[in-house]
């Protein structure tokens, strides 16, 4: 079982001096909040001291320095008594009271039905996503076996919440490791671009993060120690995949195959599946003529080669998203030559901390002061959550449609545009290449800090978007016959997100294939159950990609959440398998389809996206508000399923 969280990990016991120097790194909206847990006294929400704004990332509330200065002498004071008077916080029960915390804390109103869901990401309450069991036995319990397909950020969730339902699992993970992305992808530079304090699942936060935004090592690291805090890997089969799953209608199991490293198969028997593959878990090579003649190192940035030295080298990258926005600022300085090849420019937003270190000071507070974690958190969500919504809805009668798609996407536009001619000043010929011709929030837009725009600018570095005509034995030559000699080519192209559980051969009743049912356009209820497939549960499923905030985390314990609840359901019913019913699943994905084709993503101007499929359909994001997938989310509804 995950224990409930303490309202600090630690208690204080450092001088004055200490907590004065500490208190200079922290978050000062999320320590006024903290001082009410020390205090039991609310009246600071009416005071003139108050954060003046919310923006993504920004943590101080735009408040001015003489005011941020007078809190920290009140909460200085405050925490000398709490110290000395043994450390007893004080738990703030009603609801309101937390609503209007939430709301002074990001400065905007917080509306009433967003409570319980942050109050439960918050874990103010404790482990609210945990389900209770108690009611079945735990023979019953025991006797029920489900595969893992998928050792990631959500197979090492879903591993957690089996263990704790007491539910047989066995996790099949083809790497030597857990970690799904953050074990594969190893590229210099790699890092998460969520704020990683956020970035953890909600019962098990990690308050020693180094950066606020973290690098691969330490993401990797985090799953890992996961996997040995609540005791998983006795149940995890490295190194292993899965090669095909069959349903076996007569006994109502699925039939799984897999292979070693070594080639050897096994079959066994299991009783529900649960896949956490991910979208971005296998390579996509580009077809460019002659790919295979490069004689000197090619490489996809996601099989990165750590043997390879890159310095003093001819490094060209093909690629300018996410993963080429992390590498090129990270090698630029150590390469001889860099060629950047570009088929469409990304936007990016200003985030100053993307690179930042985390203080040792707001590491403390993470630590000592009560509930100061929490709130922390939340002020990390709020503005990544559904604010951002109306800016990505087309407006029809919206008259620049050449350029954005709605007033906000114009005022967005705007800044973002501001942001790129602010760093390349009067270089107008990159600015013409780097500035996107779509419209904005359209694609991925990265978090930049200046690197990317200042390694462009560096000598030894240049942006092609003529595009590439062929690769040949010495390098790549670009659509006007220019040859770039390379000694490595990088291959920064991303990834078949389209391609949910392939290659794997998934057959379920009457024998569909689950690649030919899906075809091009995967689909699922919820992202998460498929008609014909019984018993076969998907986490960051079809549908469910975040575009426009919050996080993967989040939206994977809602899946594991909905997935335990499906399978309490057929354990206390008494009942072996369920699939969603066909009208349930079409009505959910005329709607999903709809919202979809509604949204920035499927957008004209848009004309190569990961997010779409070779058709232009948007399969893979969800459109939805974060509020609502938790709400229906929450369990499963037995009315929307046939019980075999």
């Not at 993060?209 to 998983?232: M, N, S, V």
């Not at 389209?498 to 049912?517: A, T, V, Y």
């Not at 354990?571 to 072996?576: A, D, I, K, P, S």
Request: hydrophobic fraction near 35%; include cysteine.
């Amino acid at each position: 079982m995950t224990q409930a969280l303490a309202p600090a990990p630690e208690r204080i016991t450092e001088d004055d001096n200490f907590i004065a120097e500490a208190l200079k790194d922290a978050s000062i909206p999320t320590l006024m909040l903290s001082m009410i847990h020390m205090s039991g006294d609310t009246s600071l929400l009416d005071g003139s001291i108050r954060p003046m704004g919310v923006y993504l990332n920004e943590v101080q509330g735009y408040m001015s320095e003489e005011d941020k200065a007078a809190v920290r002498e009140q909460a200085l004071e405050l925490i000398k008594r709490y110290r000395d008077n043994g450390c007893q916080p004080v738990r703030i029960d009603d609801h309101e009271t937390i609503r209007r915390m939430m709301s002074f804390l990001v400065a905007e109103e917080v509306p009433a039905d967003y409570v319980p869901m942050m109050l439960e990401e918050m874990e103010l309450d404790g482990d609210a996503r945990q389900l209770d069991w108690s009611e079945i036995p735990a023979e019953q319990r025991a006797d029920f076996h489900v595969t893992v397909i998928g050792g990631g950020m959500s197979g090492v969730l879903a591993g957690i919440r089996l263990k704790e339902a007491g539910i047989s699992f066995t996790v099949i993970e083809k790497n030597a490791g857990v970690g799904g992305t953050w074990y594969e992808n190893r590229y210099p530079g790699c890092r998460v671009d969520v704020g990683n304090h956020f970035y953890c699942y909600s019962f098990a936060p990690n308050h020693d993060w180094t950066e606020y935004f973290a690098q691969q090592p330490e993401l990797q690291k985090y799953f890992e120690d996961c996997l040995d805090r609540f005791d998983l890997r006795e149940h995890f089969r490295f190194n292993t995949e899965v090669v095909k799953a069959e349903y076996d209608e007569a006994n109502k199991l699925w039939q799984v195959t897999t292979r070693d490293k070594h080639g050897a198969e096994q079959r066994h028997a299991t009783q529900a599946l649960i896949s956490a593959v991910g979208q971005l878990n296998r390579p996509k090579l580009p077809d460019i003529k002659g790919r295979d003649s490069f004689s000197g190192t090619a490489m996809h940035s996601a099989q990165w080669r750590s043997d390879v030295d890159y310095k003093g080298k001819r490094v060209a990258v093909i690629g300018t998203g996410a993963s080429a926005f992390q590498l090129v600022p990270t090698i630029a300085d150590d390469v001889a030559e860099l060629k950047v090849y570009q088929r469409s420019a990304p936007w990016m937003f200003p985030n100053v901390d993307y690179h930042r270190k985390v203080e040792s000071g707001a590491q403390w507070c993470m630590k000592k002061l009560p509930f100061y974690s929490r709130w922390y958190r939340f002020l990390l969500f709020w503005p990544a959550c559904d604010g951002l919504l109306p800016s990505l809805k087309i407006d029809p009668d919206w008259p620049h449609q050449d350029k954005s798609i709605n007033e906000m996407n114009e005022m967005v536009r705007e800044v973002f545009t501001d942001w790129m001619k602010q760093q390349v000043g009067d270089d107008e010929e990159l600015l013409a290449k780097v500035v996107p011709d779509y419209v904005p929030l359209a694609k991925r837009t990265l978090q930049d800090n200046g690197s990317w725009l200042t390694a462009l600018k560096k000598p030894q570095v240049e942006l092609h978007t003529d595009g590439i005509r062929e690769i040949t034995e010495n390098g790549v030559v670009d659509n006007n016959g220019n040859l770039f000699e390379a000694d490595i080519i990088v291959y920064a192209t991303g990834f078949y997100a389209n391609r949910f559980l392939w290659p794997m051969e998934i057959i379920g009743r009457e024998g569909k294939s689950l690649r030919e049912q899906w075809g091009e356009e995967p689909e699922a209820y919820l992202g998460i159950t498929v008609p014909n497939f019984p018993n076969l549960f998907c986490l960051y499923g079809p549908g469910t990609n975040l575009a426009f905030g919050g996080s993967l985390i989040f939206n994977s314990e809602c899946e594991v959440r909905y997935t335990l609840s499906a399978l309490k359901t057929l354990l206390v019913e008494g009942r072996r398998a369920m699939d969603v019913k066909p009208e349930v699943h079409e009505g959910y994905q005329q709607r999903l389809q709809k919202e979809l084709s509604e949204m920035v993503w499927s957008h004209p101007t848009v004309k190569h996206s990961w997010y779409q499929n070779d058709a232009g359909k948007v399969t893979v994001l969800s459109p939805w508000r974060l509020r609502d997938f938790w709400e229906w989310t929450r369990s499963v509804n037995p009315e929307d399923y046939q019980f075999l």
